[in-house]
C-alpha cells in the first residue's frame, strides 16, 4: 500500500517490528507491520494490519509531537466476493480540539469538529500504540475517556472511522519475564479493561513501553493472543 503521510528525508529508524494474532492457541492468517521513525522533533508511526480471511486491510500512520498525537491518517480496505469498501479518514489535532474528515467510497461523509478534554486519551486502532494509551491511563490515576477510530460492523462503511469514546481503565499487576522467539524480554504487566475489553484483559509492555503481548477473552469460547514475533530497536536509541 502507498504511505499516506510523506517520507521525511531527515526521518531515522527507531524500531520496527510484526504483531501476529492467535484464536485460541491457533495462529491466524493476521500479521500487523510496524515501523516508528524520528526526525527534528516529531514522531512517525506507520502500521498496517492485514486480515485476508476476513476481507479487510487497515493502514494506520500518525504524527506525534512531544508524545502527543497531532495528526493520523487512516484508509480501511474491506474485500468479499464481488463487494468491495473503502473509507479514508483524518484526524487533526490542534489546541484542543478534534477534527475529522472522511471518505466512504468515494462520498464525502459528514465532517466532525469536537472540543476534546487535554485528558482524553487517543488510541488510534493499532497494536503499536498500546502502550502509550495505557501509560498514559496510569498518569492519569488508571482511568480516563479514551478516544478510538470506530471499526466495528465492516457493513457499515457510513460509520468507519467514527470518533468513539469510551471510559478505560488500567491498573499494574506484575512485573514478568517472557520469552519470545526474538529473545527474552523483562515487562510490566497491566489489566486493560473498557470498551470491547473486559476484565481480565492483560497487556504486557517492555521497558520502551512498547506492547509485547497481550491477551483478550472476546466470549466464552474466543480467546485472542496478540503477539510481537518480529522485533528490532535500534541501538543508538
Given at each position: 500500500?502507498n504511505?499516506?503521510?510523506?517520507?521525511?528525508?531527515q526521518?531515522?529508524?527507531v524500531a520496527q517490528g510484526c504483531?501476529?494474532?492467535?484464536?485460541?492457541g491457533?495462529?491466524?492468517?493476521?500479521s500487523e507491520n510496524?515501523?516508528i521513525h524520528q526526525?527534528?522533533?516529531?514522531?512517525?508511526?506507520?502500521s498496517?494490519?492485514?486480515?485476508?480471511?476476513?476481507?479487510?486491510?487497515?493502514q494506520?500512520?500518525?504524527?506525534?509531537?512531544?508524545?502527543?498525537i497531532?495528526?493520523?491518517?487512516?484508509v480501511?480496505l474491506?474485500?468479499?466476493g464481488?463487494i468491495?469498501h473503502?473509507?479514508n479518514?483524518s484526524?487533526?489535532?490542534?489546541?484542543?480540539?478534534?477534527?475529522?474528515?472522511r471518505?466512504?467510497?468515494?462520498e464525502?461523509q459528514d465532517?466532525?469538529?469536537?472540543?476534546?478534554?487535554d485528558?482524553t486519551?487517543?488510541?488510534?486502532?493499532?497494536?503499536?500504540?498500546?502502550?502509550?494509551?495505557?501509560?498514559?491511563l496510569i498518569s492519569?490515576g488508571?482511568?480516563?475517556?479514551?478516544?478510538v477510530?470506530w471499526i466495528r460492523?465492516p457493513?457499515?462503511?457510513?460509520?468507519?472511522y467514527?470518533p468513539?469514546?469510551?471510559a478505560?481503565?488500567?491498573v499494574?499487576?506484575?512485573?514478568e519475564?517472557?520469552?519470545?522467539?526474538?529473545?527474552a524480554?523483562?515487562c510490566?504487566?497491566y489489566?486493560y479493561?473498557?470498551?470491547?475489553?473486559?476484565?481480565?484483559?492483560l497487556?504486557?509492555?517492555?521497558d520502551?513501553n512498547t506492547?509485547?503481548?497481550?491477551?483478550?477473552?472476546?466470549?466464552?469460547d474466543?480467546?485472542?493472543d496478540?503477539?510481537?514475533?518480529e522485533?528490532?530497536?535500534?541501538?543508538?536509541?
Amino acid at each position: 500500500m502507498n504511505q499516506l503521510l510523506p517520507a521525511f528525508p531527515q526521518e531515522q529508524l527507531v524500531a520496527q517490528g510484526c504483531y501476529s494474532y492467535l484464536r485460541n492457541g491457533e495462529l491466524m492468517n493476521i500479521s500487523e507491520n510496524w515501523t516508528i521513525h524520528q526526525f527534528m522533533d516529531m514522531t512517525l508511526t506507520r502500521s498496517t494490519r492485514l486480515a485476508p480471511d476476513y476481507g479487510t486491510t487497515i493502514q494506520v500512520e500518525s504524527l506525534s509531537k512531544d508524545n502527543e498525537i497531532v495528526r493520523i491518517e487512516l484508509v480501511w480496505l474491506y474485500q468479499s466476493g464481488d463487494i468491495s469498501h473503502r473509507v479514508n479518514a483524518s484526524y487533526f489535532y490542534e489546541e484542543g480540539f478534534l477534527e475529522v474528515f472522511r471518505t466512504a467510497d468515494g462520498e464525502r461523509q459528514d465532517d466532525y469538529k469536537e472540543a476534546i478534554s487535554d485528558n482524553t486519551v487517543s488510541s488510534p486502532l493499532m497494536r503499536i500504540y498500546t502502550g502509550a494509551v495505557i501509560q498514559k491511563l496510569i498518569s492519569q490515576g488508571g482511568t480516563a475517556e479514551v478516544l478510538v477510530p470506530w471499526i466495528r460492523d465492516p457493513d457499515d462503511t457510513q460509520r468507519i472511522y467514527e470518533p468513539l469514546k469510551s471510559a478505560r481503565s488500567a491498573v499494574f499487576s506484575q512485573r514478568e519475564n517472557l520469552e519470545f522467539n526474538w529473545g527474552a524480554a523483562e515487562c510490566n504487566c497491566y489489566e486493560y479493561t473498557g470498551g470491547e475489553y473486559q476484565p481480565g484483559s492483560l497487556f504486557w509492555l517492555d521497558d520502551d513501553n512498547t506492547l509485547l503481548q497481550y491477551r483478550w477473552q472476546q466470549d466464552a469460547d474466543t480467546c485472542w493472543d496478540t503477539v510481537l514475533t518480529e522485533y528490532q530497536r535500534e541501538a543508538s536509541q
